[in-house]
């Protein structure tokens, strides 16, 4: 009877997880749910975010990325575990050649952190904007840690995101970073 119990309660978390699939609905992270509003970023593109997340403070930005070229905007949960970061260049790139700029990157984190582990590759797209990613275990003091890098052509313009989180967590976090990045809009014009 109990195995019953156990399984009939399953299905049902199941059944109202079912429910909760994306950044309009909201999505579950392990046990929390996750709901999202949209923030615009640098002035002129919206992404949807975690409700929880904030604007790192400055003197966390400052340990957590301690080069003076950290990203110029770091989003992250209460705890300061989760972040996503994002960074637009004056660079000018072509759509057609993320592909190649993200292999770039692999080979450059490569070179600077051999023990870094790549996982895999993959693109979103929305209806403006296509979205190469890719995704590697790297390791720090505090332990190992997922992280997902992304790239963005806006306007010409080269847009680097970087997500991470403890590594522990990725397979949470992971369908909610590809989420959001397929949310990444341009500002509605007034």
Known sequence: MKYKDE???FMRNEQKRSKYINSETGMYVGDRLIKFH???LLSFFRIMMPEEF?????????KKYPSVDRPQIIMTDEAGEVNFTFSLFEQ????????????QFQI?????????????????ENDEYRCGWMEFKSHTLDGAVYN????????QRFFLGLFNCP??????????????????HGKEKV
């Open 7 to 9: 399984q009939i309660a």
């Open 38 to 40: 949209q923030i615009e």
């Open 54 to 62: 904030t604007q790192m403070d400055p003197e966390l930005a400052s």
């Open 92 to 103: 000018e790139i072509e759509a057609e050649k993320i592909d190649g700029t993200l292999n």
């Open 108 to 124: 450059m984190i490569t070179t600077a952190q051999p023990a870094n582990k790549f996982m895999g590759k993959g693109h979103v």
């Open 148 to 155: 997902l890098l992304s790239i963005t052509v806006i306007n």
């Open 167 to 184: 590594y522990e967590a990725w397979l949470e976090w992971k369908p909610v970073m590809l989420e959001l990045l397929n949310t990444i």
